[in-house]
Every structure is written in C-alpha cells, then in structure tokens.
C-alpha cells in the first residue's frame, strides 16, 4: 500500500512539474515574440495613466496638500509667470478647477448681502486674472467664488507692455506687473459675458466688470462710456479703475476735478440707458494716496450726484517696503500680495471712517488665508477680494480661506459676516 501511495505521490509530483514547466514555457514563448521594448511601454503607460489619474482627481477634488506641495513648486520652479497665468486661464476656461470638495463648500455664516444683491459668501476674485473673460463661465459657477470680476477691459484690443512684464517674488509672496492693461477689447469680452450668463444659475457668482482705458485715448471719458455702453446690460457692477501704474496719466484721474467730470459722465450714460436692473458702478483706488486725496475721494463717493455705490481697496502699489527681499523687487510695476496687506487694510479702515461706513468697501490686497480676509472685514470691507494668492496656493486656497474664516466668525460669536464688518470701530 505504501508503494502504491508513494507511485501515485510520484506521479502527482511529475505531472505537476511537467504542467507547470510548460506553462512557463508558454509564458516565455508568448513574450518572446512581443515587440522589443512592448513590456517596458506598457508599464510607463499603465504607471503614468495611474499617475495621471491620481492628479487629476487631487485637483478636481482640490487638494491643499497637493497644490502647496506638488503642483505650485513645480509650477514655480520650471513655468515663468506669465505663462504660468496663462495656463491658469485656460484650465480654468476647460474647467479643470476644483469642482468638488472644500472649495464648493458653503458656510451659513458666510451668506450676506452686498450692493442689494445675495452672496453665498464674501470671496471674490479680484480684477487681473481673467482679462478677456475666457474662463468667466467656470469660474463663476463652479469655482466657489461669490463674485468674480473680469478686466480691465478697454474699448479696444491692445498687447500691453513690453515682456517680461511679470516677476514672482517667491520670497516675499508677492508679484510686481506691468501688464499695461492687456485683454481682446470690450466687443469680444461682451460675446463671451453674455455667453456665460445664459448658463446662470441660483448658484452662480456676481459678475463684474472692471473697465480701463486704452493707452493710447486721448479721451479717457469716452473710453470709459464705450466700456459702460458694452457692459452695464450684462453685468451684476461695473468697477472705474483709475488706480493702474501701468497706464501713463491714468493714476491722475484719482484727483477730485478729474475724478468727479468721469464719475459724472459714468451716471449719465448709465441713466441714460433706463436699464431696468442697472449695476452697480464701484470705484477702485490705489493704496498709496496722500491723506488729502482719500478725504476727497470719500467727498466724491458720498455725493450721490456721483452715483458711485461702493468702493474696492486697493490696487497695486508703486512703493516697494524695505523688507522685500526677493531680487526681483526692484522691477518697475504695480507690487501686490502679501507686501501690501498692511497698507491695503489701513486704507480700508481710513476709507470706512471717512465714509462714515456708508459706502460699501470690497477688500483686495494680500489675502490668502481666511485671517487676512477677517483682518479686512473688522476694518470695513463687507466683502474682499484675492488674485496674487492663486499664483501660489492655486484654486484650493478659495476653500481654505472660506473654512477659516467661517471658523474666525463663529470663534468670535458673529453668527453672520454681516455682523463683522467694521468691527474693530465699534
């Protein structure tokens, strides 16, 4: 019996062998007649279509961890500025931003009202970033902004400045530019705004259009009437920009007699129109005016003769601080980003108690974190406004700003936003 049993072991034993040698032979044989180099092609195309796959869904779903530590320093170290911008457009435009998770989150305290109009929350994208409005559907449906304003736009197309004409200050966390205004002109901007409210929703962000003047106009006020013209029937407010320094002679326009004639002509050409849902026209200002200039601004603003609704605080600035330390700081442009924090809020909190915190204030310069935005708000901005900060956080910082902010409110015992605004002169 044990013969037997140890036969029959010996027979499993070999035809086990004998199927597993010639499957090995099979598999050798298969291989071998494949293409030189087909399994090395294979595993690079299975590994990077893995690869792919994980990025696109970490930036789909907006990954803070992913964009401050994979995306941006790459982005940083091997893309300059500019192209770097434009990239940004364009993926923006084909919407590949971040759709889901933290940046589509909402907070209760962070609904308000602004101008009349219903916000989801109190974060805009600044002026600067979607010149021609290429990407304005995207962003204001699905970006988690609660307005985003386009431009500046003038009355027709122009190039702009001379590149390079954009310099990182990674450093500092700023940038300085002289773009010079450039963007498709007012007739192709209009087609694509129009275009992109056919497609609005309850959801969707407040439109704005931030207007400018080509460089070479010699009628500044009839360039800023062209851009009222083109955009007050399809825009939720229009912003006058007279605080560009890329512009020669645009900054003079802030002084009271050029100021009031423009804001003037603004009104009536808006009247004229009898819109029955008119926007709101708000003024933006640079942060480095002279104490006299800001007191006749806010004499001009509060003259409803004027008609202006609101204020945006601030532009660039041309003043460089002693701390920059990045060797880009010298260039010529307009310094925005962390740099001007301090001095945009200062202007906000001098604009709020010259204006007896009638006129509404958006809040625009150095933020990036859901502080710099509560920062803004306790000195008189009802909502602010972000741009220099995507260039290094990328589009997850909109939700990241959003969740601190709300977390700032309620530590305080705001149960709204509205409730916050002006705080620190009470």
């Not at 294979?42 to 995306?71: C, H, N, P, Q, R």
């Not at 423009?262 to 029955?276: F, G, R, T």
Request: proline share 5%; net charge positive.
């Amino acid at each position: 019996r044990f013969e037997r049993l140890a036969i029959l072991r010996s027979t499993y034993e070999f035809h086990n062998f004998q199927s597993t040698y010639i499957g090995r032979l099979k598999v050798f044989f298969m291989y071998s007649r494949l293409p030189t180099g087909y399994i090395t092609k294979s595993t690079i195309i299975i590994v990077g279509g893995g690869l792919l796959g994980y990025a696109a869904t970490e930036v789909l779903w907006g990954s803070e961890t992913f964009y401050d530590k994979a995306v941006m320093p790459l982005v940083h170290k091997y893309v300059d500025g500019e192209t770097a911008h434009n990239l940004g457009v364009r993926a923006a435009s084909w919407g590949l931003i971040p759709r889901f998770g933290p940046n589509r989150k909402e907070y209760d305290e962070l609904a308000c009202e602004f101008l009349g109009m219903h916000l989801k929350n109190p974060i805009g994208l600044a002026a600067g970033f979607d010149k021609s409005a290429e990407a304005v559907g995207p962003l204001s449906r699905v970006s988690g902004f609660g307005l985003v304003e386009v431009g500046s736009v003038t009355p027709l197309p122009q190039e702009g400045n001379a590149k390079p004409r954009v310099f990182r200050l990674l450093e500092d966390k700023g940038i300085i530019n002289r773009y010079g205004f450039n963007n498709d002109g007012a007739n192709k901007v209009s087609k694509r705004i129009k275009a992109a409210r056919i497609q609005r929703n309850g959801e969707t962000a407040l439109v704005g259009v931030n207007l400018g003047k080509n460089k070479l106009s010699e009628n500044a006020i009839f360039d800023y009437e062209v851009g009222v013209n083109q955009f007050a029937p399809i825009s939720d407010y229009l912003v006058v920009n007279v605080s560009s320094p890329n512009t020669p002679g645009l900054r003079s326009m802030q002084k009271k007699s050029d100021l009031q004639s423009l804001l003037a002509h603004v009104k009536y050409c808006l009247d004229a129109m009898k819109l029955e849902q008119p926007p709101k026209i708000l003024l933006k200002i640079a942060p480095d005016l002279e104490p006299s200039e800001k007191r006749d601004i806010a004499q001009v603003v509060m003259d409803k003769k004027y008609g202006v609704d609101g204020l945006i605080i601030s532009n660039t600035t041309i003043a460089r601080p002693a701390t920059l330390k990045s060797e880009f700081r010298t260039e010529t442009g307009g310094l925005s980003g962390a740099p001007i924090r301090e001095l945009s809020t200062d202007c906000i909190k001098e604009m709020y108690r010259l204006t007896q915190g009638r006129i509404p204030i958006v809040g625009c310069g150095g933020v990036s974190s859901g502080e710099d935005a509560y920062e803004k708000i306790r000195a008189g901005a009802s909502v602010v406004q972000l741009y220099t900060a995507l260039a290094f956080h990328g589009f997850p910082i909109i939700g990241k700003v959003k969740r601190e902010l709300a977390a700032l409110l309620k530590r305080d015992g705001f149960k709204s936003v509205v409730e916050a605004v002006g705080a620190d002169h009470r």
